[in-house]
Nanobody, 116 residues
Framework: QVQLVESGGGLVQAGSSLRLSCAAS????????MRWFRQAPGKEREFVAA????????DYGDSVKGRFTISRDNAKTTVYLQMDSLKSEDTAVYYC?????????WGQGTQVTVSS
């Protein structure tokens, strides 16, 4: 079992920054990638960013490239999402995710609201 707990969401103005955190616990291994997704009201869940736990390779969704940065602290088994130059269209619930041998684990989500 893996538990994922997100934090750091909030209400900010357009152009501001936020940093989300995802604390992983339980059966966490250095071989598993970690991802961020988001879901806005009335829309499908959207891929935001991914990072390999040990290698540090990253990938981003097209809508956030150049503005968001994913990183990890293996000592604390925590993944971060630094969000800069926020736009109103970034408003969504942000979820942390990992997949282990075919089992998907999700956090409870953290709300990010960007006012224009």
């Amino acid at each position: 079992q893996v538990q994922l707990v997100e934090s750091g969401g909030g209400l900010v103005q357009a152009g501001s920054s936020l940093r989300l955190s995802c604390a992983a616990s339980g059966r966490v291994s250095s071989t598993y990638a970690m991802r961020w997704f988001r879901q806005a009201p009335g829309k499908e869940r959207e891929f935001v960013a991914a990072i390999t736990w040990s290698g540090g390779n990253t990938d981003y969704g097209d809508s956030v490239k150049g503005r968001f940065t994913i990183s990890r602290d293996n000592a604390k088994t925590t993944v971060y999402l630094q969000m800069d130059s926020l736009k109103s269209e970034d408003t969504a619930v942000y979820y942390c995710h990992t997949e282990i041998t075919g089992v998907h684990y999700w956090g409870q989500g953290t709300q990010v609201t960007v006012s224009s």
